[in-house]
Structure formats: structure tokens, C-alpha cells
């Protein structure tokens, strides 16, 4: 600037009526100081500085976010991105499958948590150039929702036809699945919304019968009687994948007395002795179906004479102790003998006295019960197999609602299980009861009734698992399963899943194509009447097995043609196949333009019994391989006190209220979308994922500081534009070289956390980011220059272009988990043109990769002993202000040489190392100084010190002198900085001396 122009502006702008000047005991005293504005901040300068300015929103009051993203997502970039990138030209597809949500209910926080994983997942993919395929689907089929079709508003059971409860059931599905297809796009998912996938859809039902049939064809269905898991409140079979077990349910324990002939004991037990097996079931309700006892070779067994009478007790060794506090008589051992023994005796059935067998049996285990297990073969897995072996009676004598129809005494016909049938049981056992209790202990629910279940044999369809176990096994080994420590659950459930069972007894779903022979009961299905059925139903829709008559569904013609008899000689079947056949044929219909091959399949924890094992058995029996080539699992949701939410305990989160708030926004405020997406990727790893109040709070605190963070920057960069004002990295302070280290360093972490899907990490680094190393810390220090430099300064351009870097880098890093907040800084950063279509949406410029020489270890070696030293310095000024001070460093020449390389002035007061310390002046001596001032403190260390990253770090001694800043303050930097305190200092005059000359 023209000295002349300087000297003219400071002696007549700057001269002011009044001045006043900061506090401080180390300034001298100013005669020109008016006692009435001692103490103000002067704003005469504030026009000069380079204050932020920008029109992005700070505001987070109630409803302000749910507003801004409701707007953002009404964009065309936001509602098309889907589309677009499908369009798009890219080498790679990524195929996320999306499994079917139930549509029987509202949404929930863990949808919430499935669909934004999902979409974090999907939208960093987009951002790699990935071709997203993504079709977002419903399973609408199931018990469930058919019986909130049957039953009315006080839960009574309406009586209707087939039809008319599949019509009503239909319309409610229907109605759900656009409920939670409109808060799924609330929540910011990205998906093909316009071609969503429901199992009610007639072109999906015909592709499952397709698939049905191939299984069938290779003879991997079968049809069998045996013992399956039944729920008398659906009256339906169960597949394992529809039990939920509870902790907490209590059965009727009886110990029953069976009374036995065992010769081959007479000589030891004495004439006159009667023996009675002493026997323990938490189901005497399946007494009166009992064929044999059990017991196992492994075994001891002891006999026990009761009291000086003739009867005697049997059961094993390890439970003597137990029976002697049971029965209140004293109890005397006889003699004990191995299990084996017992072969060849007999008891009379303790209802009917019929004479029954003992049998040696696998299952009968030491220490669980009395060592004797009553077998009823319809009702036990085990039992079945022991009936199997020993051509045992196996018919089931209880109807679907569990009512005793035959098989036992006329006082029993009637009793229903879970109703009546245990206490008319235990009654009727009179003195061979010997003791009834309650019993706690883990049982089989229906997941839908949350009703105890029931084993009972019936005719029932089913997979065979024992052919397509080996190969699916061998599938897995190919698939990725994150958390790595989950697959092993997998090939658990694989493993112990005892069978298949694909056929139910509903009305609400796909029917199983077969007819039945009137006389033979053979079943008749083939390639032919598939396809018949599968054209009827493409044409009328699954309804039509209903609402046609067997000649339409099965004509004449084609019978002839398969030389099977007539229509009229053929039943429809009455079942219907199970939603899991339903949902795990889905990567036949959705996949099917890739083979069937999804990249990923991503779900709850729940489903390695469900989803994921149906998808890979259905897939194995036709492709010969699994659907998918991973697997992502996360856990489930709970209150903030890992409790789970329920209506009863008012622990339920409503999604819908965290982003809209409740009718009090002091006590339900609205948060937005983004506060929850925040909420799943910094909790998903966890099994329990937790929510309430206090979290969300704590959550909608760390989006606001990302928030209010960026916006500081995007108001430095407000007059900053990027084609013209980028500054080359050679140019840069060594600060902003530091701080583009980081950020390299970060954005490389926060990659390899997208790629592992570890998106807890991302938000871990994103704090650590944003709070530590940018907010209290980089702008902090840099705000100097960045407020007082002259708007092109080189430092300043240096510090803009580094906050620009930080503006577009981590918008595409945290871009996937904040669409929102990242689509709307989009708008605001520098460079940013409406009408470029490309430009349009942050997700359109591609992942924000940085540039390799930001990767410069030496920018942050050359810092690492400034950091230390500073550390010191603060460590000696506690609280005080380090603006009110200057500092004189002195060290070895290593140390010297390289706090010169960072500040070529002997004292400077707007270098790095001034940025570093906040002092007002920084001075690196070459001699000790020669005199010092007694208010000054000493400040001794040492620090490693690394010139070049091929060398080895030494340990470097420092003196550093810190004493009261001796210039005044500048009135318009606010630093010690000025020569006299009736003018700024010689850098702010040099800016306000431009901006006055313009």
C-alpha cells in the first residue's frame, strides 16, 4: 500500500474522540482512555473484517429440520437420484435384495433401523459408482394379517368364507404396505419406489408355484405324517422359524407313578414287591396317549423300597437325593443296576392299564428328570422316532384347536389342550399321582398369537433338509457374513433345524398345487397342472383356487393327456404353503435378471432361522448355490434401559414423533430424519440397539454441532470461488498442510468403514473430526486470518481453500448417513450450478476421494513439537488468556532449524507458530535473551524432533520465555499486536487502508 495513503489514513480516519482498550495488569496505563467506555468492544472496524456470511440455516428449533428435509426430498434430484443412476454408464452392479417387512403393522424404530442401514449401504455405493439395484418389497401373506381379517374390534372371530377372508385380509395388507411405503420414504431411503415387490402380486404367486415345483421335481418335497409344531390358537402348523421361545412359562410338572413288572428283579426285590417307575412330564396332558417308557443303557438305576411296605421306586441314581424331598416316606436303597437291565419289562399304562413296553432310547439323558421318559408318539419329536423304530402306534387323538377327539376315556373327549385337558388328566390319575407342581422354564410360542404351541402329528408337507443340508453347508462357506463371529449361528440353526414343514392350514396365502385322490388320497402334481395353474393365476390371481371348481383348475383334457382319470375324480387341497416359502422364492422373481445372485442380503440377527435359511434352501434346491454373497446382520431395538418396548410399559418409540414431534415440542420435539439415520449408523453394531429421550437428545446435539460447524465454513468461504481462488499445496501454510493430513487420514478411515460396513466407526471419526481437530482447534486458530487478513491474502486463500476441501470432502463422507444435511450444504458450497444437471445433488459428484500429496507425514512431524510445546506453554498458563502474551523460544539448532522453516521471522504475531500458541507474538531466538522481565514465566522441555521421514525422531531440549504481550491491542484484530493504542496494528492497517483506497 502507498505510504502515503497510509500515513494520510491513519492520521485522519483513525483518529477517534474516544478510545478504550481491553483490561489487562500488563498494559501500561493510557492517558487517552475514557472511563466510560472502558471495558466496550469498539465495532468501528467490524466492517473491515471478513466476518462469516452465508444464508445456510443455523436454526434447529422445533420443526424447522422435518421442514427443510420434507423440502429437500420433494427436489427432483432427491426423488429421481434412484433413476438417474440407473441410467448411468458405470461398469458395476450392486445388488442389495431387500427382505420382505411384515405388512400387518405400523412402522417402527426397527424399521427404521433395517431400511437406513440399507440405504447408507445403497447411497455410498452410488457415490462409488456402483448401479444400485434396490427394490424395496412386502410380504403381505400369513396368519397375522388373516386373523385381524377374521376376527372384529373386541378380537371375537367373525365366521366367514375363503374368499371373503381373503378379500378383507387382501385390502388390509394392501393398506399397510402403503403406510409403511410412505414412511420409508420419509426416512430418505433411496429405492425403486415406483416398482416395489409385494408376495401377494399374481406374477410373484406364479414364480413361487414355479419354484414349488422344481423342489418338487428333484424330490426334495415330500408329503409325511409326523409330529410338528402346532399352535391350536392359529389351528395351523408351525416352522421352526415361527416359535419364539418364552423365558418365563409356566407348566403343569406332574411326577406319575407307572406301575411295572420286571421279573428278571424278583429274586432281589423279595416276593410281594410291586415296582413303580417313577416318571416326570411338564405334559400330562399327553398322558393317555402314552405307548412305551424310556430309558437309556447308560444309565444307573436305583430301586428303593418305600417305607416296611411292599412298594418300591425306580428311577435313576442321580436322582435319589431329589425323590427322597418329594414323596414324604422314608425311602431305603436296595440295590442298583445298569440300564441295560431293564430291557424286556413292562408297566400298565397309569389310565388304562393296558401292558406296555420299556424301550432303550438315545434321547433319555442323565440328570434331566427321573432317568424314565413316557413316550407319546404324536406329540414328540423323540417320541416319533421310538414309535418309528419299535412299530409303535403314532395317531394323533386331538383335533386342530387341541381337543381330545379319541384315543383315551370317554370322561377326557372334550378336554382341550391349554384349557382343561391337564387338570382333567391329573385328576384322573388318582393315586398314581405322586406330586404336581408348576414349572418355569423356556417354551415354544406362535410368534404372531404369542400363544403356547403344541407338538401333534398330522400329514404335512416338507422339505428335506437332510439332501439339501450338505450343499447348503458348502454354499456358505463362499458368503461373507458380517459380524464374522455371526456365521457360526448360522450353521447352527442349519444344523440343529430339525425339519421343514411348508404346509398350513389358513386360507390367507399361496395354495399349494396339488389335488388329492378321493379314493387313495394320492396326491397329483406335475409339470402340466402347475402350468395350468400357474397361467389360471397370472390371469384371475391365487383367488381362483377357490373360486373355481376343480374341472376349471384341473380339466379334463389335461388329465387325459396325463392318462389320470377325470376332474371328478379329484379334491383341492386344503393348504396353504408357509410365508417363509413365500418370502425365501423372492431372489427367484426380484433376481431373476441376475441370476438369482443378490450381493448382499441385509436383515435382523432373527433371521439366520428365517429369511436368510429359507432364501438359501429354496436357492440350493434349485441353483445349486445361495442367492447371496452376503450377509449383513444388526441387532434389535430397545428403550434406553435395554428393556424391550411394549404399549403395557409406554416405552415405545414412534418414529413418526421423533421427526415430527408430539402436540408438546418442549417435551416430544421435532428432530427430523437425519437425527434418527445418525441414531442407526452409530448404534447398529450393537446387539440391543437402544432409543429413547435422553439419546436422542445426545444424538440431535452431535448433528447440530456437524451443522453448525460446516456452516461457520461455509460462511469463510463466502466470497471464495474455487475455479480462481484455489490455492496449490505447495502454497500452504504448514498449518493447512497439517489439517489436510487429517482430513486424508480420516477420509481413508471413514472409506474403510464404509467398505466393512462398520458405520458405527464413521460416526466415531466424524466426531473426533468435526468437534476436535476442525472446531476447537483448526478454526479456532485459524480464525485470525481467515477474519483479519485482507479478503485475497494469500494466508487467507490458503485457509478457504483448506476449509473448502473440508466443506465437499466430508459432505460426501457423511453424505450416505445425513442425505439431508449433506443435499442441503450441496446447495451453499462454493461452485455449486442450479443448472447443471450433474451438479445438482452431492450424490452425482461421485465419492470425494483426497488428493494423494495431502498424505504428507512430514507436514505433521514438522508440527508434532510445535504441538508439544504449546501444550507446556498451557499447562503453566492455566486459564489465563494466551493473547496476553508474547513468547521467546530458544533451543538447539535441530529445533531451531525447524521453527524457522515454519516462521522465517525472528518475531512474528500472524505466523503458524502464532496460529499454534494464540499468542499475540511468537519469537524463535538464536542466544538466550539477554535480560528477563520479571513477570515472565520460564517454561522448560523437551520434544522429538524429525527434520525429513527417513530419519530417526531425537529428543530435543526447549526453553520457551513467556511474558506480558508489550505492544497494545489492536482495536480491530484484538491482539496485542499494535504500536500505539490509538491505531491498529501494521497488518490490520494494511487491510483497512485497501479496503479504504477501493
Known amino acids: ?174 393398506r399397510v404396505v402403503l403406510e409403511q411405503k410412505k414412511a420409508f420414504q420419509q426416512w430418505g431411503v433411496m429405492g425403486d419406489w415406483e416398482n416395489i415387490y409385494k408376495t401377494l402380486a399374481p406374477e410373484y404367486e406364479a414364480k413361487q408355484l414355479e419354484v414349488f415345483y422344481e423342489i418338487y421335481k428333484k424330490g426334495n418335497i415330500y408329503r409325511d405324517y409326523m409330529p410338528v409344531y402346532w399352535s391350536p390358537s392359529s389351528q395351523s402348523a408351525l416352522a421352526e422359524a415361527e416359535l419364539e421361545y418364552n423365558p418365563v412359562h409356566v407348566s403343569k410338572s406332574v411326577y406319575v407313578k407307572f406301575l411295572s413288572i420286571m421279573p428278571q428283579f424278583s429274586g432281589e426285590l423279595g416276593e410281594g414287591s410291586q415296582v413303580s417307575a417313577v416318571v416326570w412330564t411338564t405334559t400330562p396332558w399327553t398322558l393317555p396317549f402314552n405307548q412305551a417308557v424310556c430309558y437309556s443303557p447308560k444309565i444307573k438305576y436305583a430301586f428303593l423300597r418305600v417305607g416296611d411296605g411292599p412298594e418300591v421306586y425306580l428311577c435313576e441314581e442321580s436322582f435319589v437325593e431329589s425323590l427322597m424331598k418329594i414323596v414324604p416316606v422314608n425311602l431305603e436303597l436296595i440295590f442298583s443296576v445298569e440300564g441295560s437291565l431293564l430291557q424286556g419289562s413292562t408297566y400298565l399304562h397309569p389310565l388304562s392299564n393296558k401292558q406296555l413296553p420299556f424301550l432303550q432310547s438315545g434321547h433319555v439323558v442323565e440328570g434331566k428328570g427321573t432317568g424314565l421318559v413316557h413316550i407319546a408318539p404324536a ?28 384315543g383315551c376315556d370317554a370322561s377326557l373327549i372334550g378336554k382341550t389342550v391349554g384349557v382343561n385337558a391337564n387338570e382333567a388328566v391329573i385328576s384322573a390319575l388318582g393315586p398314581r399321582l405322586m406330586k404336581c407342581e408348576d414349572y418355569t422354564h423356556n417354551y415354544p410360542y406362535d410368534w404372531r398369537t404369542k400363544k403356547p404351541v403344541i407338538i401333534r402329528a398330522s400329514k404335512q408337507w416338507f422339505v428335506d433338509l437332510r439332501a439339501l443340508r450338505p450343499l447348503a453347508l458348502e454354499s456358505l462357506s463362499s458368503v461373507s457374513i458380517i459380524p464374522q463371529q455371526s456365521e457360526r449361528g448360522m450353521i447352527t440353526e442349519l444344523n440343529t433345524r430339525p425339519y421343514w414343514c411348508i404346509s398350513r392350514q389358513r386360507t390367507w396365502g399361496v395354495p399349494m398345487p396339488i389335488f388329492y ?196 465454513i461455509l460462511g469463510n468461504l463466502h466470497n471464495f470461488n474455487p475455479e480462481t481462488d484455489l490455492v496449490a499445496y505447495s502454497s500452504l501454510t504448514a498449518f493447512d498442510k497439517y489439517l489436510l493430513y487429517v482430513l486424508h487420514t480420516s477420509l481413508i478411515e471413514i472409506e474403510n468403514a464404509y467398505e466393512s460396513i462398520s458405520y458405527h466407526k464413521i460416526t466415531q471419526i466424524l466426531e473426533k473430526f468435526f468437534y476436535s481437530d476442525l472446531s476447537s482447534f483448526y478454526i479456532s486458530n485459524t480464525h485470525d486470518r481467515c477474519y483479519c487478513n485482507a479478503p485475497k491474502d494469500l494466508g487467507r486463500r490458503s485457509s478457504q481453500t483448506v476449509q473448502y476441501y473440508v466443506a465437499r470432502a466430508m459432505t460426501s463422507a457423511f453424505a450416505p448417513i445425513l442425505p439431508h444435511l449433506a443435499e442441503e450444504i450441496h446447495q451453499h458450497i462454493p461452485g455449486y450450478q442450479a443448472s447443471s444437471s450433474e451438479a445438482d445433488s452431492v450424490f452425482k459428484l461421485a465419492w470425494f476421494h483426497p488428493k494423494p500429496e495431502w498424505n504428507n507425514k512430514c507436514a505433521v512431524t514438522k508440527l508434532m513439537p510445535v504441538f508439544d510445546m504449546r501444550r507446556a506453554v498451557m499447562d503453566k498458563l492455566c486459564l489465563e488468556s494466551p493473547v496476553e502474551f508474547d513468547i521467546h523460544i530458544y533451543s538447539s539448532p535441530k529445533l531451531h532449524d525447524l521453527l524457522r522453516e515454519i516462521q522465517p521471522d525472528v518475531t512474528s504475531c500472524t505466523s503458524c507458530l502464532c496460529e499454534v500458541f494464540q499468542t499475540s507474538q511468537v519469537s524463535v531466538l538464536d542466544v538466550p535473551p539477554a535480560i528477563i522481565p520479571e513477570d515472565s514465566l520460564m517454561v522448560e522441555g523437551s520434544t522429538l524432533v524429525q527434520l525429513k521421514e527417513s530419519e530417526q525422531a531425537v529428543d530435543v531440549d526447549f526453553k520457551i520465555l513467556v511474558v506480558p504481550a508489550t505492544l497494545h491491542m489492536c482495536e480491530r484484530c484484538r491482539r496485542y499486536t499494535a504500536k500505539s493504542s490509538n491505531t491498529p496494528c501494521e497488518r490490520c492497517l494494511d487491510v483497512i487502508a485497501q479496503h479504504w483506497d477501493t
Request: glycine share 8%; net charge positive; with cysteine.
Open 1 to 174: 500500500m502507498n505510504r502515503i495513503v497510509k500515513q494520510v489514513f491513519a492520521s485522519y480516519y483513525l483518529k477517534p474522540k474516544t478510545f478504550y482498550r481491553y483490561k489487562s495488569d500488563h498494559l501500561n496505563s493510557d492517558s487517552g482512555t475514557s472511563s466510560k467506555t472502558k471495558g466496550k468492544k469498539s465495532k468501528r472496524y467490524s466492517h473491515t473484517l471478513n466476518l462469516p456470511v452465508t444464508s445456510f440455516p443455523l436454526s434447529m428449533k422445533s420443526g424447522a429440520a422435518p421442514q427443510r428435509e420434507l423440502e429437500i426430498q420433494q427436489s427432483d434430484s432427491f426423488k429421481t437420484l434412484y433413476q438417474w443412476q440407473r441410467k448411468q454408464k458405470w461398469d458395476t452392479e450392486f445388488i442389495l435384495h431387500d427382505g420382505p417387512p411384515y405388512a400387518n403393522g405400523k412402522p417402527h424404530v426397527g424399521h427404521v433401523v433395517n431400511k437406513v442401514l440399507k440405504d447408507i449401504t445403497n447411497r455410498y455405493k452410488v457415490l462409488k459408482k456402483y448401479k444400485v439395484h434396490y427394490r424395496p418389497g412386502w410380504d403381505c401373506h400369513g396368519m397375522p394379517i388373516e386373523i385381524k381379517a377374521i376376527t372384529d374390534k373386541t378380537g371375537k372371530p367373525i365366521q366367514l368364507s375363503p374368499l371373503e377372508i381373503r378379500a378383507k385380509s387382501k385390502k388390509f395388507a394392501e
Open 517 to 712: 385322490h378321493k379314493q387313495t388320497d394320492e396326491p397329483l402334481i406335475t409339470g402340466e397342472t402347475v402350468d395350468h395353474l400357474k397361467k389360471m393365476m397370472l390371469k384371475h390371481g391365487s383367488d381362483c383356487w377357490w373360486s373355481m371348481s376343480v374341472e376349471e383348475l384341473l380339466p379334463n383334457s389335461l388329465l387325459a393327456k396325463l392318462n389320470k382319470g377325470v376332474s371328478s375324480d379329484y379334491v383341492k387341497g386344503q393348504d396353504i404353503l408357509d410365508i417363509w416359502f413365500d418370502s425365501g422364492v423372492s431372489w427367484a422373481s426380484i433376481l431373476q435378471d441376475y441370476g438369482g445372485l443378490a450381493d448382499v442380503y441385509m436383515e435382523g440377527i432373527d433371521q439366520y432361522k428365517g429369511w436368510f435359511q429359507t432364501s438359501l434352501l429354496t436357492s440350493v434346491a434349485v441353483k445349486g448355490r445361495a442367492p447371496y454373497k452376503q450377509i449383513i446382520t444388526h441387532g434389535f431395538t430397545t428403550d434406553e434401559e435395554g428393556k424391550k418396548m411394549s404399549k403395557s410399559l409406554g416405552n415405545v418409540v414412534d418414529p413418526e414423533k421423533v421427526i415430527f414431534g408430539g402436540k408438546d415440542k418442549k417435551t416430544e420435539p421435532a428432530y427430523g430424519v437425519d437425527v434418527l439415520r445418525w441414531w442407526v449408523a452409530h448404534s447398529h453394531h450393537h446387539q440391543h440397539i437402544m432409543i429413547g429421550p435422553s439419546i436422542l437428545e445426545k444424538f440431535h446435539e452431535d448433528v447440530f454441532k456437524v451443522r453448525k460447524c460446516i456452516r461457520h
Open 379 to 406: 406329540h414328540g419329536h423323540d417320541d416319533f422316532y421310538v414309535a418309528l423304530t419299535h412299530n409303535l402306534p403314532k395317531e394323533c387323538h386331538i383335533d386342530e384347536k387341541g381337543t381330545y377327539v379319541s
